[in-house]
DNA sequence: CTACTTTTTACGGAAATCCGTAATGGTTTA
DNA sequence: TAAACCATTACGGATTTCCGTAAAAAGTAG
């Protein structure tokens, strides 16, 4: 098993559910992060003094409060960590089930597994340490679909992107300017006012503002 | 220091949390609830039996499963407890922060405390349950000015109304008619269109989406 | 290279929004 | 009662979105 583990959650309550799981595991040296930037220097730290973690668990979401930081979410952090150690294993704990957010980070990011916080979280999150620690991926079961690469395809970032720029208030016309400084191709009024069309006709959205309301109610912006 | 009471919140790491809690605290009888309907039926047998809770601490949202409840969220149950019992104490424990739904639950239904999870929500928890317990009532420092009444009026349910008719997909001609069908005034699409120009100004949103999308972050909606 | 498909872009008209101005009607105040 | 005030409604024009059609550009297969 594991014997070096940091677990990154901001709230007290959930960690000491957390630490008293991996310490029945046998899991001896369990440190925690409150920040996603301590997670971050944790573990940097551990690799210069060749005392590396072996496995982080992190959560997606922190409050924010005064201390500006680097990493603002999980996610930033997973990323980065498994950009820089791969060898160190990732366990995504989290509220937040979102088909598209996991596919990234199991996808993308290569995390090694994704537990959804719910009634079994703590169970699921036991299975999930033993399968990383066998080299497997671990997702929980409202996910799983996650990975069959059937469903609700054919959405990619850049429709995301221009719902969210919707979102932020500008005009399709501004859409199109502000893609055009950016040299993203397409950017036409034209090609942004086809793809918000075909939005909305896959999410049976009556127009933009339904739409926007939709997808951000889907946790996809 | 009460001696009985009953946790409802169904992640199963945050109840250890909170267990551990309360039992620091020299409260001997804790029970749990992971579900809405549970801690009903339980507060109700404790009532029958003469052997009261004198404290709910519940959550407010619960994961959805398999059980179709009569309380789908812990706003229900609170609501349901202190109209039918109102010698029990209520705390709301939640991650929750908006203002528009504390002053409901104090203002309205009368909850005796509202804390926020966060880093500090143990202890936060802790000072609450003393509060309550000396009858009074305790928000956490990030709701605090839910109560303060000077900000952010003049925002009234008609206005919440039509944004979130808004975000249905309504434009703004079938919001006027249905207004008519239903003999609420105002209800031209001039008056209509005047009040979201108003809540533009208010909310600082460059069109209809961009409110929407605002209105629904701060969760109004 | 050619034929075919798909994507991007362009254009035009109808509908909806945005925004200022002004008339109407009801209530308050002097 | 008259004046002042405020909310509601009406109206007109500029801008934006909506939606269909179609041309240009890019990608694919034979």
Redesign the pocket.
């Known amino acids: 098993m594991f014997t070096k583990v940091l677990v990154s959650e901001d709230m007290d309550d959930i960690h000491k559910g957390v630490y008293t799981l991996l310490t029945d595991l046998g899991i001896s040296e369990i440190q925690q992060a409150q920040y996603c930037d301590d997670a971050y220097l944790k573990i940097k730290k551990g690799e210069l003094d060749a005392a590396p973690y072996e496995l982080l668990i992190t959560d997606l979401s922190f409050k924010q409060d005064h201390r500006t930081q680097k990493f603002e979410s999980g996610e930033d952090l997973a990323k980065a960590i498994k950009k820089e150690y791969p060898h160190i294993k990732v366990i995504v704990y989290s509220v937040e089930d979102r088909l598209q957010r996991v596919r990234t980070l199991i996808n993308d990011y290569h995390v090694d597994a994704y537990v959804c916080k719910s009634r079994r979280g703590l169970t699921e999150l036991t299975n999930a340490v033993h399968a990383v620690f066998n080299n497997e991926t671990y997702l929980s079961p409202e996910v799983i679909a996650a990975l069959s690469p059937k469903n609700e395809l054919e959405i990619d970032n ?1 429709d995301i992107e221009l719902v969210r720029q ?1 979102s932020k208030g ?5 859409i199109s300017k502000y893609l055009k400084t950016q040299h993203i ?13 075909k939005l ?1 006709v896959q999410f049976k959205a ?6 926007v309301a939709i997808v951000k109610d889907l946790g996809l912006i």
Chains 1, 2 share one sequence.
Not at 185 to 196: A, D, T
Not at 206 to 211: E, K, S, T
Request: glycine share 0%; hydrophobic share 35%; net charge neutral.
């Open positions: 850049f919707l500008l005009s399709q016309d501004e191709s397409p950017n036409s009024l034209s090609s942004i006012e086809k793809r918000l069309n909305r009556n127009n933009a503002i339904h739409l």
